[in-house]
T-cell receptor
């Protein structure tokens, strides 16, 4: 099955700086890559997603890039704010049914 | 527009007992997936239900079973509970698009299961 690896596991940045989280996947058939943000005790919330026919997608301060050849995709958060502090999960799916999640990145934005 | 709901929010059971967790999908969604999230880990896929049938299953034993009702709501049943079953159980709903097309999965708040 698919294997998703996520790095780093923890990330601390100063408020206003950028944060980048990277994920790699193993199954070349994967075609959909969502990113979820999970605050402590809360549900994972979709923040952005990208499909395999697109190389980059941006939504305000958040962007995702996808490199199908290298089988990796990245989340970019610019102008970070304290409320961006949370655990971020990447995921991939080759079937659209079973989503394979990374192990998460705990992001701390220092005011 | 109602989002994904789950009940109960918390549950405490002892080893060997059985538990049933419930999920109501987001309005307009017809597909329900269940995930287990251990502390500090990413969600692990248990199974997915569509048209009242289990469509795909992850690497979980038969002690984990489910059901989907005609109104698209779903139940997750776990028999013979083990200490290692303690986790946050998440339900996610989505809309089945045309074959081969993937839609976003939206998560419920989860049920925190503690097995003593």
């Amino acid at each position: 099955g698919e294997n998703v690896e996520q790095h780093p596991s923890t990330l601390s940045v100063q408020e206003g700086d950028s944060a980048v989280i990277k994920c790699t996947y193993s199954d070349s058939a994967s075609n959909y890559f969502p990113w979820y943000k999970q605050e402590l005790g809360k549900r994972p919330q979709l923040i952005i997603d990208i499909r395999s026919n697109v190389g980059e997608k941006k939504d305000q301060r958040i962007a995702v890039t996808l490199n199908k050849t290298a089988k990796h995709f990245s989340l970019h958060i610019t102008e970070t704010q304290p409320e961006d502090s949370a655990v971020y999960f990447c995921a991939a799916t080759p079937t659209g049914n079973q989503f394979y999640f990374g192990t998460g990145t705990s992001l701390t934005v220092i005011p | 527009d109602a989002g994904v709901t789950q009940s109960p929010t918390h549950l405490i059971k002892t080893r060997g007992q059985q538990v049933t967790l419930r999920c109501s999908p987001k309005s307009g969604h017809d597909t329900v997936s269940w995930y287990q999230q251990a502390l500090g880990q990413g969600p692990q896929f248990i199974f997915q239900y569509y048209e009242e049938e289990e469509r795909q299953r992850g690497n979980f034993p038969d002690r984990f079973s489910g059901h989907q009702f005609p109104n698209y709501s779903s139940e997750l049943n776990v028999n013979a509970l083990l200490l290692g079953d303690s986790a946050l159980y998440l339900c996610a709903s989505s809309l089945e698009l045309r074959v081969g097309s993937t839609d976003t999965q939206y998560f419920g708040p989860g049920t925190r299961l503690t097995v003593l």
